[in-house]
C-alpha cells in the first residue's frame, strides 16, 4: 500500500462524514487524486432488491461486480467471514494521492478527532490515542498539545494534511 493514509475519526454525531467531503473537495480543487474509505458498525447495503447483481448476490455470489462505462462497484459478501481489517481494505484502493480514512477509531493511522458540541457527552478519544495529530471541533475544547481547527475552517485543515503528509501539490 504505497498511498498515504489520513483519517478522520470522532463520535456519532461528531461532523466526520461532512469533514470528510469537504476535504475531498478541497483536496481534489488541488489537484490531489483523493479516495477513501468508510468504515460502517451496522449493516449496510449498496444494492437494491429486484436489480440484477442483488439477485447474483442472493443466489449466493461471493463477490459481484457492476461495471458500466461511468463506473464500476465491487460488491463482497463476508457470509460467516470477519470483517477484514482496515489495511486489507486499503489494499483494494487504486494508488492515489491520499485516501481518507472515516472512523476505524482504533487503527494506527495518523487522525483528526472531530468534535461538535451535540456530540460532547461521548468523551474525547484524542486523550488516550497517540495517533490522533490534532483536533477539529465547533466549540471550544480542550486539545491538550494538539492543534485546534474550527471544524468548518477546511482549508486550514486541509493544510494541515498536506503538511504532515508531506504530500506534494501537483500545479493546476
Known amino acids: 500500500m504505497s498511498s498515504p493514509v489520513f483519517g478522520i475519526t470522532g463520535w456519532k454525531n461528531s461532523g466526520k462524514t461532512t469533514l470528510v467531503t469537504r476535504l475531498v473537495s478541497e483536496l481534489t480543487?488541488?489537484?490531489l487524486v483523493v479516495s477513501t474509505v468508510k468504515h460502517a458498525?451496522?449493516?449496510?447495503?449498496?444494492?437494491?432488491?429486484?436489480?440484477?447483481?442483488?439477485r447474483h448476490r442472493e443466489a449466493g455470489a461471493s463477490e459481484v461486480m457492476v461495471v458500466s462505462d461511468h463506473r464500476w462497484a465491487l460488491m463482497h459478501e463476508l457470509r460467516?467471514?470477519?470483517?477484514p481489517p482496515m489495511i486489507q481494505a486499503l489494499e483494494r484502493i487504486s494508488d492515489c494521492d491520499l485516501i481518507l480514512v472515516e472512523g476505524y477509531k482504533?487503527?494506527?493511522?495518523?487522525?483528526?478527532?472531530?468534535?461538535?458540541q451535540a456530540s460532547i457527552k461521548s468523551?474525547?478519544?484524542a486523550p488516550d490515542d497517540p495517533t490522533i495529530v490534532a483536533i477539529a471541533a465547533d466549540h471550544e475544547t480542550e486539545s491538550g498539545s494538539l492543534p485546534r481547527f474550527e471544524l468548518d475552517d477546511i482549508s486550514a485543515i486541509s493544510d494541515f494534511i498536506v503538511s504532515h503528509l508531506q504530500l506534494d501539490i501537483p500545479d493546476v
Open 29 to 31: 480543487g488541488r489537484g
Open 123 to 125: 468523551g474525547l478519544l
Open 80 to 83: 460467516d467471514e470477519d470483517e
Open 106 to 116: 482504533r487503527e494506527k493511522h495518523p487522525k483528526i478527532e472531530a468534535r461538535r
Open 41 to 54: 458498525h451496522h449493516a449496510f447495503d449498496i444494492d437494491k432488491p429486484g436489480t440484477d447483481s442483488h
